[in-house]
């Protein structure tokens, strides 16, 4: 069965890290590219970043540029977001994506159930 | 940045009837070297992530029941439900990956009548 896992969310303080990882099963994970997507409670969905099924590929939402890294560790099939100086509008449910190749420019396949970020003093 | 927009924000259709949704993007997401338009639709339902229902504006998803379906080219879109069952209750989002940053619609509410 296909499956992607997210962990490492939580409470974090304004400026404060996390990193978030995406654990992915049941498909050849390196063959697809992945991305990350954020929702802020009671919000819609905004796109955050994406990564080539090799890693050579990344690109950013503006809104994170310089601030997260999208990072992916095909030898234990995994997604990770680090991210660093958080603010108050990061706080969301971060999902994590699987794109229906192994193209940047794909439609998002299927999603995680999500991992609940949390940013306040 | 691609701006998308979705009509109605909601809409409430009786069981059986038709749910229609606009999308409409900024500028065109039709890519002329392959003629496909890099538009997706996802359904997503309360406490739930998100779904996908149709690709390149108009290829149904395997799974997805065909009272759903997809139309439109460059940047106006529209997806259509048939015959609306209660299982479909849920917001409708499109989304462009034609451009970097990928943007998403604003999310259609579709409720029971």
């Known amino acids: 069965e296909v499956q992607l896992l997210e962990s490492g969310g939580g409470s974090v303080q304004p400026g404060g890290s996390l990193r978030l990882s995406c654990a992915a099963s049941?498909?050849?994970?390196?063959?697809?590219?992945m991305s990350w997507v954020r929702q802020a409670p009671g919000k819609g969905l905004e796109w955050v970043s994406v990564?080539?099924?090799?890693?050579?590929?990344?690109y950013y939402a503006d809104s994170v540029k310089g601030r997260f890294t999208i990072s992916r560790d095909n030898a234990k099939n995994t997604l990770y977001l680090q991210m660093n100086s958080l603010r108050a509008d990061d706080a969301a449910v971060y999902y994590c994506?699987?794109?229906?190749?192994?193209?940047?420019?794909?439609?998002?396949?299927?999603w995680g159930q999500g991992t609940l970020v949390t940013v306040s003093s | 940045d691609i701006v998308m927009t979705q009509s109605p924000d909601s809409l409430a259709v009786s069981l059986g009837e038709r749910a229609t949704i606009n999308c409409k993007s900024s500028?065109?997401?039709?890519?002329?070297?392959?003629?496909?338009?890099?538009l997706t639709w996802y359904q997503q339902k309360p406490g739930q992530p998100p779904k996908l229902l149709i690709y390149?504006?108009?290829t149904r998803e395997s799974g997805v029941p065909d009272r759903f379906s997809g139309s439109g080219s460059g940047t106006d879109f529209t997806l259509n439900i048939s015959s609306l069952q209660a299982e479909d209750v849920a917001v409708y989002y499109c989304?462009?990956?034609?451009?970097?940053?990928?943007?998403f619609g604003p999310g259609t509410k579709v409720d029971i009548k």
């Open positions: 500028q065109s997401v039709l890519y002329s070297s392959n003629n496909k338009n890099y």
């Open positions: 390149w504006a108009s």
């Open positions: 049941g498909f050849t994970f390196s063959t697809y590219a």
């Open positions: 994506a699987k794109l229906s190749g192994g193209s940047c420019y794909s439609a998002l396949m299927l």
């Open positions: 990564i080539s099924g090799s890693g050579d590929s990344t």
């Open positions: 989304q462009q990956h034609y451009s970097i940053p990928f943007t």
